[in-house]
């Protein structure tokens, strides 16, 4: 990574599934990870765990950092077809988008939120972020065998995260039906599109059913490291 980039990159447990979500942005003398707000001093922490023999100072930061959507100065964490600036310091001087605004430019997106669409018990290739996260030839990482393992049986897992069209707006935590039978729950919903951890008996294209309303499911727009 050179000054000034920034890539996608994840912490996983020892058993493989997802432990943090990650920005990792360099400067000119400080590699910095970037994280879910309020999870710093966790990261850093776990981090500090499985330094060994690596001569690092691991600490949380105490600046402020602030999310700039569109054109800015900054490191670049845009989302498919989401312009995103990343800025450590001061607040820039711009007028602040609504929750419902930004929610829906990030379900649109297909961008996985911790605690809402994901959490401790997903396996990576479940969120979408693995082509965009994991690096297969890069030597050893946490949680390695169960993700190589699943990539080598070409990605299959139990489940996926989907984009779900909506015929109308619906409940977060709305099961989703295929002919009566449950196949998952909407995790994320802004107007008429919606995230939902679906299981892979799901396809791309399938018309579904959530809470009396008719969706179709949709693939994850497709994320680039940075």
């Known amino acids: 990574m050179t000054p000034g980039e920034a890539r996608r990159s994840l912490l996983l447990a020892p058993q493989?599934?997802?432990?943090?979500?990650?920005?990792v942005i360099r400067d000119e003398e400080r590699i910095g990870l970037a994280t879910v707000s309020g999870q710093g001093e966790d990261l850093a922490s776990a981090l500090g765990r499985y330094r060994i023999r690596v001569d690092v100072d691991i600490d949380p930061e105490s600046k402020d950092v602030w999310v700039v959507v569109g054109q800015w100065e900054g490191f670049d964490v845009s989302w498919p077809g989401v312009e995103r600036h990343l800025l450590v310091g001061e607040?820039?001087?711009?007028?602040?988008?609504?929750?419902?605004?930004y929610e829906r430019l990030r379900v649109n997106a297909g961008e996985p939120k911790w605690g809402v669409d994901v959490d401790e018990g997903t396996m990576p290739h479940e969120s979408g972020l693995v082509t965009s996260s994991v690096d297969f030839t890069k030597g050893c990482f946490l949680g390695q065998e169960l993700v190589a393992r699943i990539d080598s049986r070409g990605g299959n897992t139990p489940r996926n995260l989907r984009l779900l069209e909506l015929n109308d707006p619906v409940d977060v935590g709305?099961?989703?039906?295929?002919?009566?039978?449950?196949?998952?729950?909407?995790t994320s919903v802004a107007g008429d599109v919606g995230l939902a951890m679906l299981k892979r008996s799901v396809s791309v294209g399938d018309t579904v059913e959530v809470a009396g309303v008719r969706a179709v499911v949709r693939e994850l727009p497709a994320k680039t490291r940075g």
């Open 91 to 101: 607040r820039p001087e711009l007028p602040e988008m609504t929750h419902d605004e």
């Open 16 to 23: 493989g599934k997802l432990d943090f979500l990650l920005w």
């Open 174 to 186: 709305a099961a989703v039906t295929v002919d009566g039978d449950g196949v998952g729950t909407v």
